[in-house]
C-alpha cells in the first residue's frame, strides 16, 4: 500500500465564510508524486503539472486537487462527505499503484474545449433564461461541462448543431 492515511482539516471557503459547503485538505502521510501520472491516466485529470506535481480533477461539479503530499476537495456539503469522499481518493490511489504496471502513465491534462469558440457561437444577448446571469458566465460553465445547448433556448438551429458538435468533441468525465 502507497497510501496508508492522512491528517484531515475542514474550513469555509474564506471568500465566503457563511457558504454552507465546506472545504477540505487531506495532508498525506506518504509521497504519491510517483502515482499522479497512473492517477492522471485513468481518471483523466483537467489540468496536469510536473513541478511541484499535481493533478486537478473536476468530478461530480467540484475540483480536487491531488499533490505529492495532500488532496484539496471544494464543494462539499459537511465533513461526513469529505471523510467518504478522501476513503475513495485514498483507496483509488492505492488501487492505481498496484495496477500501474499495465497502465499507459500519462503527463498531460485533457484538452478543453475554448471559451471564446462557445461564446461566438451563443446569442450573447445576456437574456438569463439558462438560469445564467450572461452569456459569458454560461460559456465559462460549457467548457467546464456544467452546462450544454439544452439550457440555452435562444440558439439558432444552426449554431446550435455546430456547437453541439463542438463539445461533443470533449470529454467531460
Ligand atoms: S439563455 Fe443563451 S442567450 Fe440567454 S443568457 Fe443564457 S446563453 Fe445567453
Given at each position: 500500500m502507497l497510501l496508508t492515511g492522512y491528517t484531515k482539516r475542514i474550513s469555509r471557503p474564506e471568500c465566503n465564510p457563511s457558504s454552507e459547503a465546506v472545504y477540505c485538505i487531506a495532508r498525506l502521510n506518504e509521497d504519491v508524486a510517483e502515482a499522479l501520472p497512473y492517477l492522471n491516466a485513468v481518471l483523466h485529470g483537467m489540468e496536469y503539472f510536473r513541478e511541484p506535481p499535481e493533478v486537478v480533477f473536476r468530478l461530480q461539479g467540484r475540483s480536487i486537487k491531488v499533490g505529492a503530499r495532500e488532496i484539496a476537495i471544494n464543494r462539499l456539503a459537511d465533513e461526513d462527505e469529505a471523510d467518504r469522499a478522501l476513503v475513495w481518493w485514498k483507496d483509488k490511489i492505492n488501487e492505481v499503484w498496484e495496477k500501474r504496471e499495465g497502465i499507459v502513465p500519462c503527463y498531460e491534462g485533457k484538452v478543453r474545449p475554448r471559451l471564446i469558440d462557445v461564446l461566438r457561437l451563443l446569442?450573447?444577448?445576456?437574456?438569463?433564461?439558462?438560469?445564467?446571469?450572461t452569456c459569458m458566465v454560461f460559456a465559462a460553465q460549457a467548457v467546464e461541462g456544467a452546462?450544454?445547448?439544452?439550457?440555452?433556448?435562444?440558439?439558432?438551429t444552426e449554431n446550435r448543431e455546430k456547437l453541439s458538435l463542438y463539445l461533443a468533441g470533449f470529454s467531460f468525465d
Amino acid at each position: 500500500m502507497l497510501l496508508t492515511g492522512y491528517t484531515k482539516r475542514i474550513s469555509r471557503p474564506e471568500c465566503n465564510p457563511s457558504s454552507e459547503a465546506v472545504y477540505c485538505i487531506a495532508r498525506l502521510n506518504e509521497d504519491v508524486a510517483e502515482a499522479l501520472p497512473y492517477l492522471n491516466a485513468v481518471l483523466h485529470g483537467m489540468e496536469y503539472f510536473r513541478e511541484p506535481p499535481e493533478v486537478v480533477f473536476r468530478l461530480q461539479g467540484r475540483s480536487i486537487k491531488v499533490g505529492a503530499r495532500e488532496i484539496a476537495i471544494n464543494r462539499l456539503a459537511d465533513e461526513d462527505e469529505a471523510d467518504r469522499a478522501l476513503v475513495w481518493w485514498k483507496d483509488k490511489i492505492n488501487e492505481v499503484w498496484e495496477k500501474r504496471e499495465g497502465i499507459v502513465p500519462c503527463y498531460e491534462g485533457k484538452v478543453r474545449p475554448r471559451l471564446i469558440d462557445v461564446l461566438r457561437l451563443l446569442p450573447k444577448t445576456n437574456c438569463k433564461k439558462c438560469g445564467q446571469p450572461t452569456c459569458m458566465v454560461f460559456a465559462a460553465q460549457a467548457v467546464e461541462g456544467a452546462c450544454g445547448v439544452a439550457q440555452c433556448p435562444d440558439l439558432s438551429t444552426e449554431n446550435r448543431e455546430k456547437l453541439s458538435l463542438y463539445l461533443a468533441g470533449f470529454s467531460f468525465d
